[in-house]
């Protein structure tokens, strides 16, 4: 059963995943008020209020109905459990959940954890990994600060989020083994929804595709003298067919183009020897294909 009218969606309130949230928010075309310390926010410019929670609670909320969308880590969303809807990777918040030992502590491989004692806030996903792979040890579960558990004695390694691993070297802490890859997702009810909440999803989900091609795309421009139009065209990585413009100067054209950012660099060389000048490269702020 619906319980709001409005589209809810749950974002975390104070945490890495809340800028970049109503970043991506933004992003498709939402409009909200000041959000910093407010429960719940509505939308200026669509039928939509948004619900700042702490991220543990949003896969039990859209779980649940309380909220027909949220953007969560699937850390989390794996750790509870939660029976919904992944509907997209939204490629922010990346992590891994690790298991980690003190250095020189004689762990190496996960066949060393074995009766060893775990500390972790994630129990559900370090059991898992651990009966899948045979292994028997005691997970010690702990919300916060579980880098410092086995220097407390508390356990003697642990099971955690890492991104760039500098938080476990500062603990003399190894890597032993990553369990789980994460990043942040758009996650939807289960609940049955209006016809009017699931055009606005779909919606939602077509613009925020939009934005992630964008962002790995940039729109190209180049001069080429016109004899080399075809070499260059055959060049250019482009999504679709180039647009070839004529100038004022007779014997060049420009060359209009949107390329995946991460081909850029490799043609590039192969476009200046083929004779274009003048390259630009602008970034894109939407894309609908
Ligand atoms: O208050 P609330 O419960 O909402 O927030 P929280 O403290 O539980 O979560 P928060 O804001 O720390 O993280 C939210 C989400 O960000 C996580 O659930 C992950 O999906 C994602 N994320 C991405 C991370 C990290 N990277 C990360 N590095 N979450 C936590 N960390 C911590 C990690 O626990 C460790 O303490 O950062 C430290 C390690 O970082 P590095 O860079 O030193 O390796
Ligand atoms: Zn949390």
Known sequence: ??????????????????????????????????????????????????????????????QDGVCDLGLVGANVTSEKVADVTVLKNLEYGYCRLSLAAPKNDGIKNPEDFEGKRIATSYPTLTQNYLQNNGITAKTVEISGAVEIAPT??????????????????????????????????????????????EELISKFLIRIEGSQTAEKSRYIMMNSPKDSVDKITKIIPSLKSPTVLPLAEN????????????????????????????????????MIL
């Open 152 to 197: 407390l004695d508390v356990a003697d390694a642990i099971c955690d989020l890492v991104s760039s691993g500098s938080t476990l070297r500062a603990n003399g802490l190894s890597e032993i083994q990553p369990i789980f890859y994460s990043q942040t997702q758009l996650i939807k009810t289960n609940k049955v929804l209006s016809d009017e909440k």
């Open 1 to 62: 059963m619906e319980t709001s009218t409005s589209l809810r969606i749950a974002i975390q309130k104070n945490g890495r995943l809340t800028d970049k949230s109503i970043d991506l928010l933004e992003n498709i075309g939402l409009r909200f008020d000041d959000y910093k310390n407010r429960l719940m926010v509505k939308c200026r410019n669509f039928d939509v209020e948004l619900l700042l929670i702490r991220d543990d609670d949003i896969p039990e909320y859209v």
């Open 251 to 286: 014997d060049l054209v420009a060359i209009h183009s949107v390329i995946p950012i991460k081909k850029f660099w490799s043609v590039m060389e192969q476009l200046k020897e083929a004779g274009a000048t003048g390259i630009v490269i602008l970034p894109i702020e939407n």
